[in-house]
């Protein structure tokens, strides 16, 4: 019986995860057993699929060590990622990134775990201006970022001195279902749609001709299964990007289209610490045989339905 293990279960890519591995059939016909950790200090219980073993602990604390024995992989998913609260709190910031990933791969190291597969960022390309950015080149520039390059050189250590099997995963801007609109700055996505359809005018931070990389969830989800079927991945770090890039104002303009409403948005003074541009090198990934699948259009179509659902059923205020 494969056991898995998911801290940052109840967030956004924790629990679409979580529920991946519980609807895939192969693994299903193995009994599949996934274990979920999450202090919900950003993550909501009730995003939690049905079928997780869960347990409200911080990954900071030696409790978590009994739940890694027997488990057979680990996504640290975990984490203090929005840029502007990382960036008013470097101390927490690390002590939640750098020092609660440590004690994860130590408690994945006490418990003999096959492997951890850790998320890292796109943050760590702030500084560069090679687009599309391999995996080669790193910059950190805010404290998010650093804390997430502190994480990757940890993962190095742990491989170098125990042996231990790693990959580490560079999400680019990822969206779709159960995207975390609660935090102090909302990704763009989730709060374009939810303030369009309240009627209300967006915001955007800066004048809107920033370019992300947006790739669903469901595709990250394609990759997170390939880390544990295919060891090609281990002891490597990999972008998951769609390797195209959408303005903030594209974006906009794209939601406005398919909520069938237009509002002008309001313009605030940019963020500090933030890429000016951002496009995955997904040549690695795609070698392995992996591609993303989901169109921007389709992803976003998707998104508005289930925030539209989410607000009719009074969990979006």
């Known amino acids: 019986m494969p056991t898995i293990l998911i801290t940052g279960v109840a967030g956004f890519i924790g629990?679409?995860?979580?529920?991946?591995?519980l609807n895939d059939l192969r693994l299903r016909a193995r009994n599949l057993r996934v274990i979920g950790i999450d202090n919900l200090s950003y993550g909501v219980k009730e995003q939690i699929?049905?079928?997780?073993?869960?347990y409200q602990l911080d990954i900071r604390s030696k409790e978590i060590y009994p739940l890694f024995e027997g488990v057979d992989y680990v996504f640290h998913l975990a984490a203090k990622n929005c840029i502007s609260d990382c960036q008013a709190d470097p101390v927490e910031t690390a002590d939640i990134n750098v020092v609660g990933t440590v004690n994860v791969f130590e408690a994945a190291r006490r418990a003999k775990v096959k492997k951890v597969i850790y998320a890292e960022s796109s943050a760590m390309y702030e500084g560069i201006t090679i687009f599309p950015t391999p995996e080669t080149e790193v910059k950190p520039k805010s404290f998010y970022a650093v804390s997430k390059m502190a994480a990757m050189y940890f993962a190095e250590a742990y491989k170098l001195f125990y042996g231990m099997r790693f990959t580490g995963l560079r999400y680019f801007n990822v969206y779709g279902p159960r995207q975390d609109y609660r935090r102090t700055i909302p990704p763009v996505m989730s709060a374009f749609i939810i303030k369009l359809l309240k009627n209300e005018p967006p915001i955007i931070y800066g004048d809107g001709t920033k370019r992300r990389d947006f790739i669903h969830v469901d595709d990250v989800n394609d990759f997170h299964i390939l880390c544990i079927e295919d060891e090609r991945t281990d002891g490597k770090v990999f972008n998951l990007g769609s390797g195209v890039n959408y303005s903030i104002l594209e974006i906009y303009y794209l939601i406005c289209e398919l909520i069938g409403r237009e509002i002008p948005p309001i313009f605030k003074d940019d963020l500090?610490?933030?890429?000016?541009?951002t496009l995955a090198d997904i040549s690695e990934a795609k070698s392995l045989?992996?591609?993303p699948k989901v169109d921007i259009k389709t992803g976003l179509a998707g998104m508005i339905e289930y925030i539209k659902n989410e607000m009719k059923l009074g969990r979006i205020p």
Do not use: I, T, Y
């Open 272 to 277: 500090p610490g933030e890429a000016q541009e």
């Open 49 to 54: 699929p049905e079928g997780v073993e869960f």
């Open 15 to 21: 629990s679409n995860l979580a529920e991946r591995l």
């Open 289 to 291: 045989g992996w591609k």
